[in-house]
């Protein structure tokens, strides 16, 4: 291990000769001089390969190299500030490890089913690197966030034996002899668990849906992360995915710009996202969409393009809260205020991109809670053991959840979220 | 949120008057002084109230608190060397939340199936927080560890079209149009595709076996997290195994030693867990088996009681390499030295934990990898994208998988996989 160089550490061996190891991206030859491409998944080196240098036969030797061949490439490191990381090799010896076959996808373009047909290749190209290293760094900087403020993990189960919104859009399996189980869609329920045993607590893992949705924001499988705090109201929790959000956006910009680069990304736009984000009602949202021309009614559910509008009177991301509870889940709890709305909140993430977190108060009344479940004709006995959580030390609680996929599609500024994770899953894909 | 009090951040509010909220651990009356132990989820505090401060009838509502009802304690921090947590509150108001119904579960003994049917519950158990926190430190040493070695994180997906060894032991679900998607017994696959494209990656999340294994080591349900690195042999590979446990061990040592304390875990043993491993290839495993008498034939794999009498003649996780190319999977590369044994490698814990790693060089050869998929009858076509990862720039690379409830079990110095997960799921439990 100690004995390898890698492309991004580069700068540490200025004027030493090294090895680097990884597969070609590009040739130009250019009469006596050749360059040498290569990419290790750490970055990409030009290397310089002169005939007069490393004699005749090794300078034809590169010619074997096709794209995506594996190759070792010697020679010493020199600061070069016009190439791609600041770093060149004046080429002394290559060695070639495998001589690729027609890589099929090269630098002409290629339809998206093409391409995602070999995701296992397309994620060797730059735009997908930058785009699983910006996902990298938003997971890295969750997790960053929640420990950094005594956040304990709980990482909830993801076979369930009940739905928690309805049944209709759930995975199922049998389970041995105790009948079906169902991949879940939601720590939530589990996270108020673990908020009552351990005060503050965060899920993070995949989640599932069956849906028929063929949008461009829609995947079966996906990723959530989902605080749930005990003793936080409607209010602490908004602050909360404030800090949330301007911590993770800040996080990136600072470590990952260079790949904002590769993505062509409006840095500006990013910059932008800076508490005190704004916070509106559901009813003020109305009279935007009103305003707009939109004919909404007071009491449906914001619709994608809604939100789109919505989005656009802003420029960072805008709580929208007290939703009519009647388009709302029943483990949200009432405001106190004006019971026709519950102390929901969902964040819009700017620019248009839509809903990225959902959350709310949860209701903390055993009796409340009893009644809802009846009225939303879901079986007592499956959330028995949620009612405990009412029933022995009950406290006022909040939390949320973060879809991974379309944050990352949000600040990488991508049109459809199958690119946000290495190997997406829609309703009509399960391969490769 | 910036108002509140928590009790792991107590030493900052010495002398100062603040307000914790929580639930009631215990309630000790002497005469004319309480003493409430409130547990918040960060940790646990002992008020002191005197009926001559806060007057009869504050005194007489403390008597309301059944263990877990929920209240808010104000008071003065006072630094208390013998009192948990090294704080004391001298208070002077309490608030009641709510009141508990007898909790079910008391200071008494109570059986596992017990606890486990309240899981939601017992996990407010100190010794199970201790198992949370230790669970959490380990996986946040985890991501620490690849994200400083400049890795990728690479999220492999849940719904697999085909299993990686065998599909006996798969969990499956309808999948649209496309019949049957299996849930994932292992990223690997993926992970070297991802190795590939970005040189380093790992994969990190919940795997899934229908194992009809009753044991204490058996989840049907269980998270990984495995390391893909190209132009890693086999050694390479040991490297970094022996970096990443120490690493992680030392984590826990450093940040976690009151809650391996409430474990009663025998630090000195953990402390043991340094570099350089043994490492021993399988033939000086089979040596030493049957030295201890076990008639043990070359050519089988390792049970479980076989590791444990590896493991206990070394005070660390020791290495055993080189198994029988017939016990492993198809993807392994056999020793070009002698291909009889394959370029694998496992780690048993110390102290009779057994296996938590198991890893290997993989096949980086097309028609040797070709035909090991027939020797195995397994579908070509399924693994056309695998193959693939040969034709077009084939290295090198080696990675390993390491099991989290394994390894929790082992530094928590526990008896059974069931306790290292919040919500562990087995053959005969899906709840709650």
Known sequence: ????????????????????????????????????????????????????VV??????????????????????????????????????NIEIISVAKEYPITPKEHGVEFLADRRHLWLRSSRQHAIMRVRHEIIRSI?????????????????????????????ETDYF?????????????????????????????PTFRAEKSKTRRHLTEFWMVEPEVAFNDLNDNMDLAEDFLEHIVSNVLKNRMPELKTLERNIQKLEAVKRPFPRITYDQAVEIL????????????LGATDETIISEQFDRPVFVHRYPSEVKAFYMKRDPQNPKVALAVDVLASEGY?????????????????????????????FDWYLDLRRFGSVPHSGFGLGIERTVSWICGLEHVRETIPFPRMIYRITP
Chains 1, 2 share one sequence.
């Open 354 to 382: 839509g809903e990225i977190i959902g959350g709310s108060q949860r209701e903390d009344d055993y009796d409340v809670l009893l009644q809802r479940l009846k009225d939303h004709d879901l079986p007592q006995e499956a």
């Open 1 to 52: 291990m100690a004995s390898k160089f890698y492309i991004d550490n580069l700068a540490k061996h200025v004027g030493q000769t090294v090895t680097l190891q990884g597969w070609l991206y590009n040739l130009r030859s250019s009469g006596k001089i050749k360059f040498l491409l290569l990419r290790d998944g750490t970055g990409v080196c030009q290397g310089v390969m002169v005939k007069s």
């Open 177 to 205: 002899d105790l009948g079906k189980a169902y991949l879940t869609q939601s720590g939530q329920l589990y996270g108020e668990a673990g908020a009552m045993a351990l005060g503050k607590v965060y899920v993070f893992g």
């Open 290 to 301: 009103q305003k707009n021309g939109v004919a909404f009614e007071w009491g449906n559910d």
């Open 143 to 171: 997790r960053e966030f929640f420990a950094g403020r005594g956040f304990t993990l709980l990482d909830a189960p993801i076979f369930t034996p009940a739905a928690c919104e309805g049944t209709s859009t759930l995975f």
């Open 55 to 92: 004699g005749e036969e090794m300078f034809a030797k590169a010619d074997q190299l096709t794209q995506e061949s594996a190759f070792a490439m010697t020679g010493t490191v020199r600061a070069e500030q016009r190439a791609p990381g600041g770093f060149e090799m004046d080429v002394t």
